[in-house]
């Protein structure tokens, strides 16, 4: 469970988050969105304990794992070593986390020589050696191939089953594939907290490709090959599947136009 209370932090005199509550007590994906600047870094830095605030209180119960933005990794040592290195200080066994993050072939480079992607990957097998209640993410797909970005979702939607996740990120698509609350930060104010899924429902923008002209059918417009429609919930696009197909209509593809949380960061 983490709990924020009144809480204001920040560097130096300066503060940067002002006067912020909320508390996270159900395991789930927890997405920090908000603009360069917001304080999304600064939030999570609190939420790990390794920034004090200024006023109010912090709760954290259980133990809290960070994956930072700058890795803190030992650029001399190579993969091995380092692994190794952690192991020794923070325990847990080095050869698990070199099988589960697929990281053998890096094992004798030294982490100067690394790539982004390949550093994050130690970063985060060095988080993995030691179990966790809370694991904290700094952007964590950020600047990684298509490929890794993927697979770091999926262990994050597959850890967040059992665990509480808490990231912040730019990718409103990624927030919304695999989150499931919102914790939204303007100018260093909690301005929204709230399931995912309770802003997907507002306004639900579909747009769709047919063998017709659907303009005769639908209430909508052309974008494009697009046939435009706004829905109040998604479950509406079944009976216009239903229509059209009734229609002799060929669907041949229908795609959500707009992203919800698009809104947010107006
Ligand atoms: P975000 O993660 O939303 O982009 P940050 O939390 O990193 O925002 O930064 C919020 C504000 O705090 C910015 O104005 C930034 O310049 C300032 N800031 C961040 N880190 C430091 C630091 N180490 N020292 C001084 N100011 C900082």
Known sequence: MIGLYNVSAGYG???????????????????????????????????????????????????VGYLSHSF??????????????????????????????KLSELLD?????????????VAIAKLFLKDHEVYLFDEPTENLDPVIASEI???????????????TSHNLYEARDIG??????????????KPISEIKTKEYVVGIRASEDLSKV??????????????NDPSEVNNIV?????????IFEIKEMKNPLEDLLK
């Open 109 to 121: 480079k030294k982490i100067a020589d690394l790539s982004q992607g390949q550093k994050k990957r």
């Open 218 to 231: 639908l209430d909508g417009h052309y974008q494009g090959e697009y046939f435009i429609v706004t829905l």
């Open 153 to 167: 979702r999926s262990m994050i939607t597959s850890l967040s089953k059992h665990k509480t996740v808490i990231y």
């Open 242 to 250: 239903l229509e059209l197909t009734k229609r002799n209509v060929k």
């Open 180 to 193: 499931n609350y919102v914790i939204l930060i303007d100018n260093g104010r909690l301005a929204l907290y």
């Open 72 to 101: 803190a990794l030992p650029n001399e040592m190579t993969v091995r070593e380092a692994l190794n290195f952690f192991s020794k200080v923070l325990g847990g066994d080095p050869d698990r986390v070199i099988e589960e993050f």
């Open 13 to 63: 005199k300066a503060e940067v988050i002002h006067d912020m509550t909320f508390e996270i007590k159900e395991n789930g994906v927890y997405v920090i969105l908000g603009k360069n600047g917001a304080g999304k870094t600064t939030t999570l830095r609190v939420i790990a304990g390794i920034l004090p605030v200024i006023k109010g209180r912090v709760i954290r119960k259980g133990s």
